[in-house]
């Protein structure tokens, strides 16, 4: 047992709140655990520079942390995104526009904003989740107002945290945790069961194939469990 009770392949208690913020086109609060983060979906009649011209939509993303979401103070990135944040903004942007057929949206974009107002591990992978939804609700709301003919998703992408820690696999590591990892991975799956993308290193040491496999089949039981809260909420909506 770990130190929260949880057993090495389980969750963090998951909540998506839909419609959290009342004007972007989607919204959601996403909760696991002690981690919270407000994902938004917002429209602009405009698509990205590159692909003006060409009939196809785009989708971006941007995170950040707000200042009270960590034990001490973060500073407001004003003036420059810190190169962890780019990372994490551009890894989501990747994750979503695997499920979007941008073809299919014309010249439009949507731009994913992912805030963090609590942290306490797995931000980048609550972020992703809580994205695909905010999403596909953005999709939905411009599919009823006649701005897209055809809702643009072929699925829905979640992602998760899985690690060692003290020589155990565990999954969806918080903080305490991911802090001490001496492997430390996030996997981001769609619900094809395909792998989207698999970031990983071993903080201290290195790990086998044996113990890669377990890793990776806790994910996969991770982000099945995810996309089941996902739908779950989606067909609320």
């Not at 919204?27 to 938004?40: D, E, P």
């Not at 994490?88 to 057929?101: D, H, T």
């Not at 989740?129 to 992408?157: C, N, R, S, W």
């Not at 071993?202 to 086998?208: L, P, S, T």
Request: hydrophobic share 40%; glycine share 10%; aromatic share 4%.
């Amino acid at each position: 047992m770990r130190y929260d009770g949880r057993k090495n392949d389980e969750l963090r208690r998951i909540s998506i709140e839909p419609n959290y913020i009342i004007h972007p086109a989607g919204s959601v609060l996403i909760t696991m655990g002690q981690t919270k983060v407000i994902c938004t979906a917002s429209y602009e009649d405009r698509t990205a520079p590159h692909l003006k011209g060409t009939g196809q939509g785009w989708v971006t993303a941007e995170y950040g942390m707000l200042p009270g979401s960590t034990g001490s103070r973060k500073a407001r990135e004003r003036k420059k995104v810190d190169g962890r944040s780019q990372e994490i903004q551009r890894l989501i942007g990747r994750a979503l526009r695997s499920i979007v057929e941008m073809e299919k949206m014309g010249e439009i974009s949507i731009l994913i904003d992912c805030d963090v107002i609590q942290a306490d591990g797995g931000t980048r992978t609550a972020s992703i989740t809580g994205a695909a939804v905010a999403l596909m609700l953005a999709f939905k709301k411009l599919k009823a107002q006649g701005i897209i003919d055809e809702i643009p998703m072929k699925g829905l992408v979640s992602a998760i945290s899985v690690g060692i820690v003290d020589g155990e696999v565990r999954l969806d590591l918080p903080y305490p945790e991911d802090s001490v990892a001496e492997v430390d991975m996030n996997i981001v799956m769609n619900d094809k069961g395909e792998y989207v993308e698999i970031q990983g290193t071993a903080e201290d040491g290195a790990f086998n194939g044996e113990q890669l496999a377990q890793m990776l089949a806790y994910a996969k039981k991770g982000c099945e469990e995810l996309l089941e809260v996902q739908r779950s909420v989606l067909e609320q909506c």
